[in-house]
């Protein structure tokens, strides 16, 4: 039986897991060599949050389940990451945008779990919360430079923007399951999150001479396993040898 | 090695007469440390700038064929590991560019040469990564014959070059120890696993003792970089202790080593060895390695889809740079 708090906590670390993938996917081929030590960076504060909060839900389920039995031993459905994240890397700029866009979500998103009553999340959201920190300020500022360097870079970077915009309103989406959870003063109400993600949003993109696209229909579905083709590729990849050699100790 | 520059002649040799050389000379031999502002004879700048950033690019290089294996490693803790090891690679590299660039030489320089085929990098990186024993392969075996190398590099006469070592040799034997125990994991785990780790053996253990470089009596080459002390024991040397370090290990594995040839000397106390191939070795470092055009295109397309990213960040700094200067100078008037 899933739980409301296995459920969120899952959300949050397939969330992690799945964008901590998508940002080791760059190291060794990244335009710059301190590029690819940042994607490793970044890459690694992420897949160490999705540890953490996988070894929770394991917990909180009861089942026996550790860390990698949640992250390589579900298949696509059972996911429950926000669309966002899956979505591919692309050039440079969807990458930076794609990572400005959650992380100026997460970073004050895990400054209020870190206050959660539940005292587990709150003690990983308060070292995610230092992490996330440093992705604001690195991607940022890339941003700004690709939006204010030259009309190509300006370019993909507006056009990453547009790209991914859709996939924003998910972060802010709140269902039963959550709900419950609010109001128990564990989960975190993204609604109070807004003013502050629109202001680091809205900052950064006019420094970097960027558009902010107008809010139309939002894509979601992740954090209820209804995922874009993507996740299934990824999944392939990461997947791979716990299902080529089941029960295999690594 | 990955410094296998060192066998290849400098051109010039140097000339022993000067003062300037007997007092360079003089200091390198009180194993005093050479630092980038001192004189050093040019045979000397060209061969460390040579070694150093040959090392450099075997560094990044190397990121490749691990990285490919970090979107499938097999846990999370693995993938964790993994990550920060090609990580590290990356780091190396970059100290090793900082430390070359004292020499005098830039690194976009450096970078050219690697891209245009002119420098090379370590033959050991051409090898394919198959499946996950590789990964355990690279950290045991490969990692461990770069601190073979490495270690006496720790006392190199060029003071930023030993440094560097000093730092990177300590996680080398981290990466190294990590390698070893992805091999233990796969050697007490099920017969597929085990499998898998031989066969891995297989096609590793002659590549990387060619890591070493030419057999010493093919290679002469090291009685300068001898004198400088850049070089303190012949490639044979290394490759013995390597082997005698590794065999060891490997029968602890329950490995066997694809070489009928190799048994204890009860005389010497080494293990003796088979041939090696040199003509695969030269094969490799001509070009015709199993990977090395895809290395290389991999490397050039990094750079080149990167150049955009690379003019934009100029752009801004000078942008930002004018807008400085012009809000100075309306602050001035
Ligand atoms: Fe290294
Ligand atoms: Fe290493």
């Given amino acids: 039986m899933e739980t409301p708090l296995f459920t969120y906590t899952l959300r949050l670390a397939d969330t992690a897991l799945i964008l901590g993938h998508r940002l080791s996917e760059w190291v060794g081929h990244a335009p710059i060599l301190e590029e690819d030590l940042a994607f490793g960076n970044m890459g690694l504060d992420l897949i160490g949050q999705a540890r953490s909060l996988y070894t929770y839900a394991g917990e909180i389920e009861g089942l026996r389940r550790d860390e990698d039995a949640l992250a390589y031993l579900r298949d696509a459905p059972a996911y429950r990451n926000l669309l966002l994240v899956e979505q591919p890397n692309g050039d440079f700029a969807a990458t930076m945008i794609r990572q400005l866009l959650y992380a100026a979500f997460a970073h004050p998103y895990f400054g209020a779990l870190s206050k959660s009553k539940d005292e587990r999340l709150a003690a990983i959201a308060a070292k995610a919360v230092k992490e996330m920190a440093y992705h604001v300020r690195h991607v940022s500022e890339w941003t700004i430079r690709l939006g204010d360097g030259t009309d190509e870079s300006h370019r993909r970077a507006q056009a990453a923007l547009e790209e991914l915009w859709p996939y924003t309103g998910e972060m802010f989406e709140v269902d039963r399951v959550e709900r419950a959870l609010i109001e128990r003063g564990i989960a975190v109400d993204p609604a109070t999150l807004r003013a502050i993600w629109d202001r680091t949003i809205d900052e950064v993109l006019e420094e970097a001479t960027l558009t902010r696209p107008r809010d139309g229909f939002m894509q979601s579905g992740g954090r209820s396993g209804r995922h874009s083709e993507h996740l299934g590729f990824i999944l392939a990849d990461l997947q791979f040898l716990q299902r080529a050699y089941p029960g295999a100790t690594w | 090695m990955y410094t296998q520059a060192l066998n290849t002649r400098d051109q010039a040799a140097p000339s022993a007469d000067s003062e300037q050389d007997a007092r360079f ?265 199993p990977c090395n055009r895809q290395r290389m295109k991999q490397r050039r397309a990094a750079h080149e889809n990167g150049a955009w990213v690379r003019e934009a960040a100029l752009a801004y700094a000078e942008k930002r740079k004018a807008r400085e200067r012009a809000a100075y100078a309306e602050a001035a008037e």
């Avoid at chain 2, 693995?78 to 920060?84: D, E, I, P, S, W």
């Avoid at chain 2, 990356?90 to 020499?103: K, N, P, Q």
């Avoid at chain 2, 394919?128 to 720790?154: E, F, K, R």
Wanted: contains cysteine.
């Fill in chain 2, 25 to 289: 000379q003089a200091r390198v031999d009180a194993e005093l440390k050479i630092e980038p502002n001192d004189w050093m004879p040019e045979a000397y700048r060209r061969t460390l700038t040579r070694q150093i950033s040959q090392h450099a690019h075997s560094e990044i290089v190397g990121m490749l064929p691990e990285g490919n294996w970090i979107t499938r490693a097999p846990t999370l803790k693995r993938k964790a590991a993994l990550l920060a090891k090609v990580q590290d690679e990356g780091g190396h590299g970059l100290y090793l560019y900082s430390a070359a660039e004292t020499l005098g030489t830039s690194r976009e320089e450096m970078v050219d040469q690697l891209l245009s085929g002119k420098a090379k990098y370590s033959s050991i990186f051409n090898y394919p990564t198959l499946t996950w024993a590789d990964i355990g392969i690279i950290g045991w075996l490969v990692d461990g014959a770069a601190i073979m190398n490495q270690i006496p590099l720790c006392r190199c006469s060029y003071g930023p070059y030993a440094r560097a070592m000093i730092r990177i040799c300590k996680e080398e034997s981290f990466h190294q120890r990590q390698g070893y125990e992805i091999m233990l994991a796969l050697c007490r785990g099920t017969p597929e696993q085990k499998q898998m780790a031989q066969e891995a053996l297989n096609r590793w253990w002659w590549p990387v003792l060619m890591m070493f470089g030419p057999s010493d009596k093919d290679s002469q080459h090291t009685d300068t970089t001898t004198r400088w002390k850049i070089k303190r024991f012949t490639n044979d040397e290394l490759r013995q202790k390597f082997v005698d370090a590794t065999v060891p290990q490997g029968h602890y594995l329950g490995l066997t080593f694809p070489d009928p040839a190799l048994r204890l000397n009860e005389k010497t106390g080494h293990w003796d060895y088979g041939e090696i191939d040199w003509s695969e070795f030269k094969r490799v470092i001509a070009g015709d390695g």
